[in-house]
């Protein structure tokens, strides 16, 4: 869904990769009717929450797209192809956004490094919910920059 000419709302992300299916935070907190168990109730095991709402922005930018992730539940390749699909444009200039890669296994932060790879980003900057073992190993695969306070970004 398109927000403005440049920037794309790209919905609920298609899960594609199997090494980017892992549960997502807050798995079986969903309760039947309720977001969250009623007071004084524990979860219940067997309703799984999927986190289907998982989305991303899109900006095109001159240079290709600007993947604007949140925490990236549906996996940063996951919205890879799900933004070059949507919108049309192969070229990635930027991932700026948490990437869920808290604590990932060695297997899939090698298999996120090489997904990346493949769609060749200008740059990425990792934010929140991306340990610094993440960012070094992706780093070996795509141009890691570091994020914080008072950094801008200009994709004009």
């Known amino acids: 869904m398109a927000l403005t000419e440049r920037l794309v709302f790209l919905g609920e992300i298609p899960r594609h990769f199997d090494f980017e299916s892992a549960p997502p935070p807050g798995d079986r ?3 039947a009717g309720h977001d969250l168990p009623a007071p ?9 929450d999927t986190l289907a709402d998982d989305t991303a922005l899109a900006y095109a930018s001159p240079d290709g797209l ?10 940063v390749c ?6 070059r699909r949507v919108c049309g444009e192969t070229r990635i200039r930027d991932i700026v956004g948490g990437l869920h890669l808290l604590d990932a296994s060695p297997a899939r932060l090698e298999a996120t490094g090489r997904c990346l790879a493949e769609a060749a980003p ?4 990792p934010c ?6 993440a960012k070094i190993v992706l780093s070996r695969f795509v ?3 570091e994020t914080g306070s008072g950094l801008v970004l200009d994709y004009a």
């Open 66 to 75: 600007v993947i604007l992730t949140g925490c990236a539940h549906a996996g």
């Open 122 to 125: 200008a740059a990425v900057h």
């Open 143 to 145: 141009p890691v920059s």
């Open 78 to 83: 996951n919205i890879v192809r799900h933004a």
């Open 40 to 48: 004084g109730q524990a979860p219940d095991p067997d309703l799984p």
């Open 29 to 31: 907190l969903r309760r």
């Open 128 to 133: 929140h919910c991306t340990d610094l073992a």
